[in-house]
């Protein structure tokens, strides 16, 4: 048992404490004279964010400042799935360029089919038929729903609401089963043509394209119940990432990202191309700027491209579904099978590809992530001397320090999530 001798006072232990952490700085300062005690949670540091962490919608990197949880600074590093796209179309004809097309934006392939065809076309000066118009329009906008569908499935697993990205993923692969009706491929569909499509939609992919229609509504109504009301979306998304119109437009950020700041540019509208000019649709369009906003948008452009899938199918003239261009266009295999001319139009056409007036040309579609645009720069061979890709997602991306400046660590995604980028895409 200890005796009152062996127990010190409190009032002594104060100062054995005191008197010890006096020498331990003591010690401290005679080490280096600037040495500081801070607390390591009021203090800046540096954090990388990716490229491997699942919430960055590919590998994308983020360098990013933190005092704390709240975010300083960020930094964006792209170009860890760069394939060098733009360097492989300098070496290939312009007909062979169009499957890498499908791996740019890879949730909505049919897109960019439509766009680097267009593009080629208005090089080589020619235009589709009038039906291969219209299948491409439709096209274009069952890949939109299918990559919007990806967009908010995405954005909401970001926060935690896994039931809408289970969702949004079986609406999605009954298009991939429309897709595979309409060319034989489900993913990687190469479906567009130099002067018009691959082959013909069969009436049994018009009659699945109505099924799914009349559907379509109430699934993505039934999605909309569990989140657009959602107390705890609402207060993680409501005011978060805030980027005014001018700013989106000074960064260059295009499609719904930027409606969502009050723009009502949609190159479908202000620049129309194939047969969008003949089509009646709304551009939607909301002031709050945040990432609530951007969530929004894509949910009410689905309904418009619902009801322009549903024009194309009422409307679609029948007709060819490629230009019939000896030096410009593949001729149809039956063709090529049975009459000599046609044989060798296509030998010479795969052999030393199609050849475009030397020339400058851009060409750009409202895809479903914004602005994607081709530049082609011809020298009068059958390989472009130079394509560059206008990409929707990198330059969408340049908004992500400005809206991200402020925000919780754990709102971070969210901000990222709402600008929909695909890496793909982005580093081409």
């Given at each position: 048992m200890a005796t009152s001798k062996n127990i010190q006072s409190e009032a002594e232990i104060l100062k054995i404490s005191k008197i010890r952490d006096s020498k331990i700085l003591k010690d401290l300062n005679k080490r280096n004279s600037s040495a500081e005690i801070s607390d390591e949670l009021e203090s800046e540091y540096i954090l990388n964010m990716g490229p491997q962490h699942p919430s960055t919608h590919g590998v994308l990197r983020m360098v990013l400042r933190l005092?704390?949880?709240t975010v300083i600074k960020v930094v964006p590093e792209l170009g860890y799935l760069h394939r060098g796209y733009e360097k492989?179309?300098?070496?290939?004809?312009?007909?062979?360029?169009?499957?890498?097309?499908?791996?740019?934006?890879y949730a909505s392939p049919t897109s960019n089919n439509t766009g680097i065809a267009l593009a080629i076309e208005n090089a080589f000066g020619i235009e589709a038929p009038e039906r291969a118009q219209w299948i491409r329009v439709m096209v274009s906008e069952l890949a939109r729903i299918s990559s919007h569908l990806l967009a908010i499935g995405s954005f909401c697993l970001d926060l935690g609401a896994f039931t809408i990205m289970l969702w949004a993923m079986v609406e999605r692969e009954k298009l991939y089963d429309i897709f595979e009706l309409i060319c034989g491929a489900r993913f990687t569909t190469s479906y567009t043509r130099i002067g018009g499509v691959m082959q013909d939609i069969s009436p049994e992919a018009i009659q699945k394209i109505r099924d799914w229609l009349k559907e379509f509504p109430e699934k993505l109504g039934n999605m909309r119940k569990l989140v657009d009301r959602n107390r705890i979306f609402i207060d993680r998304v409501a005011g978060l990432?805030?980027?005014?119109?001018?700013?989106?437009?000074?960064?260059?950020?295009?499609?719904?990202?930027?409606?969502?700041?009050g723009s009502t540019r949609d190159l479908r509208r202000d620049n129309p191309y194939l047969v969008y000019d003949k089509l009646d649709f709304d551009v939607i369009t909301l002031n709050e700027g945040d990432c609530w906003a951007r969530y929004m948008i894509r949910v009410m452009e689905m309904y418009e491209s619902h009801k322009i899938i549903n024009a194309t199918i009422e409307n679609m003239p029948s007709g060819p579904i490629i230009l019939h261009a000896p030096k410009k266009s593949l001729p149809r295999k039956k063709k090529v099978y049975t009459k000599m001319e046609e044989l060798i139009h296509d030998f010479m056409l795969v052999y030393d590809g199609a050849i475009p007036e030397p020339g400058e040309t851009y060409t750009a579609i409202e895809g479903p992530k914004g602005e994607m645009g081709f530049f082609i720069v011809s020298d009068?061979?059958?390989y472009p001397w130079k394509l560059k890709i206008r990409s929707p997602s990198s330059?969408?991306?340049?908004?992500?320090?400005?809206i991200s400046e402020g925000v919780m660590i754990s709102d971070l995604v969210a901000c990222l999530a709402s600008l929909d980028p695909i890496m793909g895409d982005a580093d081409k």
């Open positions: 005092d704390g949880e492989l179309a300098e070496n290939m004809h312009y007909q062979e360029f169009i499957p890498f097309t499908d791996r740019l934006d990432g805030y980027m005014s119109k001018e700013k989106a437009i000074s960064l260059g950020v295009t499609g719904a990202s930027l409606r969502a700041s009068g061979t059958g330059a969408n991306l340049q908004a992500m320090p400005f």
